[in-house]
């Protein structure tokens, strides 16, 4: 059974960086039949899709629009886990933020970390 | 992004069968699975549905999906009091920014 645990600062303060890590148990950050994903949810923008890793004979990353120029999602196979970096942070981004498993083949989250709530304040 | 609508809320007594709507386009529902989820409040959403029609084991079958076009739904027959949730569809898009597209959400209250 895969299972995700994330881990960062649960406050951040305006124009910094927002890192999160979500360590996964029960499967391989390089496994070829899911992607890793980052979605955040907050009362004005719903569920919102971040970003995604994932490895198909090499690795690819994919970046929603709207965070694209300040996102970073990485894997880090010696861990087996993956990052999210947003940096710039505004209010703007405070939020629940969550890490996911993406099923390539059916294409859905079959598996969601916690959640984490990070508030950007001074 | 792709605007995936859904009603913000929805209503039914115990025992009713109720339906949750998703609207989308060509870019996405058209063209893509639809999965579900349901969130309870303080948690993750939880995987109700996938591929359009299909549950995870472990999913009541009270919980059925369907897709025609650019719109799917969601039916829960007999309702029950712990049905009493926030609901949400989502679909990938192939849009010029491709993406995962979440409807906003419904939420059910069980009268």
């Known amino acids: 059974q895969v299972q995700l645990q994330q881990s960062g600062p649960g406050l951040v303060e305006p124009s910094q960086t927002l890192s999160l890590t979500c360590a996964i148990s029960?499967?391989?950050?390089?496994?070829?039949?899911?992607?890793w994903s980052w979605i955040r949810q907050s009362p004005s923008r719903g569920l919102e899709w971040l970003g995604r890793?994932?490895?198909?004979?090499?690795?690819?990353?994919e970046y929603a629009a709207s965070v694209r120029s300040r996102l970073s999602v990485r894997p880090d196979t010696s861990k087996n886990h993956f990052s999210l970096q947003l940096n710039s942070v505004t209010a703007e981004d405070t939020a629940v933020y969550y890490c996911?498993?993406?099923?390539?083949?059916?294409?859905?989250?079959?598996?969601w970390g916690q959640g984490t709530l990070v508030t950007v304040s001074p | 992004q792709s605007v995936v609508t859904q009603p913000p809320s929805a209503s039914g007594t115990p025992g009713q069968r109720v339906t949750i709507s998703c609207s989308g386009s060509?870019?996405?529902?058209?063209?893509?699975?639809v999965s579900w989820y349901q969130q309870l409040p303080g948690a993750a959403p939880k995987l109700l549905i996938y591929?359009?029609?299909l549950r995870p084991s472990g999913v009541p079958d009270r919980f059925s999906g369907s897709k025609s076009g650019t719109s799917a739904s969601l039916a829960i027959s007999g309702l029950q009091s712990e049905d009493e949730a926030t609901y949400y569809c989502?679909?990938?898009?192939?849009?010029?920014?491709?993406?995962?597209?979440f409807g906003g959400g419904t939420t059910l209250t069980v009268l």
């Open positions: 890793a994932y490895y198909r004979s090499r690795w690819h990353v």
């Open positions: 591929a359009n029609d």
């Open positions: 029960g499967d391989s950050v390089s496994t070829d039949d899911a992607a």
């Open positions: 989502a679909s990938w898009s192939d849009s010029l920014n491709p993406h995962v597209a």
């Open positions: 060509s870019s996405d529902i058209e063209k893509n699975f």
């Open positions: 996911a498993r993406w099923t390539h083949a059916e294409s859905f989250f079959d598996t």
